[in-house]
Nanobody, 115 residues
């Protein structure tokens, strides 16, 4: 069984930083893409950033220049460094991976940006 365990969420003031981590465990062979999505109250879940096995990254326009996604293939872990956080970044952040044609999700971690 594949498990995704997220950590690093919390409360931060505007302009602050957080680093999210997502560790993947279980019977998994190769991870094609690792990413982060978020869902704010009353809104649809949206892609924040993703990174492919060959290194290409995609970012939502709203986070470009502020967030950086990276992955450690040896540890099957993906990170999201979030800088200059804004109140509109407040949401539940979900880790997602695609492997062997399957889609897996973490349980979500809350990020709240507020003064």
């Amino acid at each position: 069984q594949v498990q995704l365990v997220e950590s690093g969420g919390g409360l931060v003031q505007p302009g602050g930083s957080l680093r999210l981590s997502c560790a993947v465990s279980g019977n998994i062979f190769s991870i094609y893409v690792m990413g982060w999505y978020r869902q704010a109250p009353g809104k649809q879940r949206e892609l924040v950033a993703r990174i492919f096995s060959y290194g290409v990254t995609n970012y939502a326009d709203s986070v470009k220049g502020r967030f950086t996604i990276s992955r450690d293939n040896a540890k099957d872990t993906v990170y999201l460094q979030m800088n200059n956080l804004k109140p509109e970044d407040t949401a539940v952040y979900y880790c997602n991976i695609m492997s062997g044609g399957n889609n897996y999700w973490g349980q979500g971690t809350q990020v709240t940006v507020s003064s």
